[in-house]
């Protein structure tokens, strides 16, 4: 037993093994590894945001506690961000939706996901494709998780502008996102 837990110690690090990307927000710095290999279409595609700088200065409009952050499609203001054409959904096949990992949003189309992501919060494994089309993971936090336990203690309400709950009160801001150079 002990030996399967070591090696799956030593693989887990190479699960990703993609770019790394540090968002910074306006409480604190989240560090995500995305993953290339697993998710290739929707990782290209959430670096042309990255690239565009469009995710900057955006926010998170949605926090349920225990189970999602979601973010990168409104401004501060509560307009929709323009996006890019959809993405093919990834995740027949892909990497689960577990606590810490980031995935697309997209509406009831199963290849709808253009500019918005989320972050797990638990393990959620309804979002998996199982039967159906799931939600594409395309990353994990390495680093600032602890900030994202942090949104999900903020407090939310009803917003008459997006006509939706669950919308922090006081805005979470992405200040920025930033493509982390190799090592």
Known sequence: MKKLWLLA????PLAFAGPKVRMETNHGNIVVELAS????QTVKNFLRYVADGSYDG???HRVIQDFVVQGGGYNQQFQQLPTFDP??????GGLPNKRGSIAMARTQAVDSATRQFYFNLVDNNN???????????FGQ????????DKLAQVQTGYSPILRANDVPTSPIILKKVVLLADK
Not at 9 to 12: E, K, S
Not at 37 to 40: F, I, S, Y
């Open 127 to 137: 979002l998996n494709a199982n039967a159906g089309a799931g939600y594409t993971v």
């Open 87 to 92: 993405v093919v959904n990834e995740s027949k």
């Open 141 to 148: 936090v390495v680093q600032g998780m602890e900030v994202l």
């Open 58 to 60: 955006s926010i998170f």
């Open 37 to 40: 290999k697993q998710a290739p």
């Open 9 to 12: 110690m030593l693989i887990a």
